[in-house]
């Protein structure tokens, strides 16, 4: 008795088949391997994300451009200081065995401001030394002339002492 089964052509094709989803369900489980690698750490993508990735969220609160002149009383007063920062930083660094008569030009490049201090002269106060100066400052708000005063306390550094507009005119 011969038996004789003539199923090569449809085993082959069920192969075909099965080798077609196999394939598949190997590629689907290499991505899913390959991402699950990218967050390894324990955060998540959201997390993880860094760079310009990390900006794309809408919801951030982006701070305002520090460049901006300042329009209100409080923008007035922060840019004052920010130059009274930068006028004692340059009296401070003035070397006065070269450069004592000189005109000393400073500038602020975050609040647009500059200027020119003249006039610096050392001496002691109690137990301090000091720095005496005039400066003038040109802003978006005009052009004003200072008066100013530093001293060092070894302990702290440099303090404004003194630094106010001078008063021009009849009523000075």
């Keep these: 008795m011969q ?8 085993f082959s094709q069920g192969l075909n088949e099965r080798v077609v989803s196999g394939v598949k369900i190997a590629a689907a489980i290499g991505i899913a391997t390959a991402l699950s690698a990218c967050s390894m750490t324990g955060k998540g993508l959201d997390e993880a994300a860094v760079g310009v990735s990390a ?10 451009d520090p460049f901006k002149s300042a329009t209100d ?3 007035t007063e922060r840019d004052r200081l920010l130059d009274e920062d930068t006028i004692r930083n340059a009296v401070t660094s003035a070397d006065l065995r070269q450069n004592a008569a000189e005109p000393l030009a400073w500038a602020n490049q975050s609040t647009g401001s ?4 003249t006039g610096i002269t050392q001496r002691d106060l109690a137990g301090q030394t000091c720095r005496s100066f005039n400066a003038t400052r040109e802003a978006y708000n005009g052009v004003t002339l200072y008066k100013g005063d530093l001293c060092l306390d070894r302990r702290s550094g440099w303090w404004t002492r003194i630094l106010a507009p001078l008063r021009v005119g009849k009523d000075a």
């Design 114 to 117: 500059k200027g020119v201090i």
């Design 55 to 64: 900006i794309a969220d809408e919801t951030m609160a982006v701070s305002k």
């Design 73 to 75: 009383a409080e923008g």
């Design 3 to 10: 038996l004789v089964l003539d199923t090569i052509g449809a």
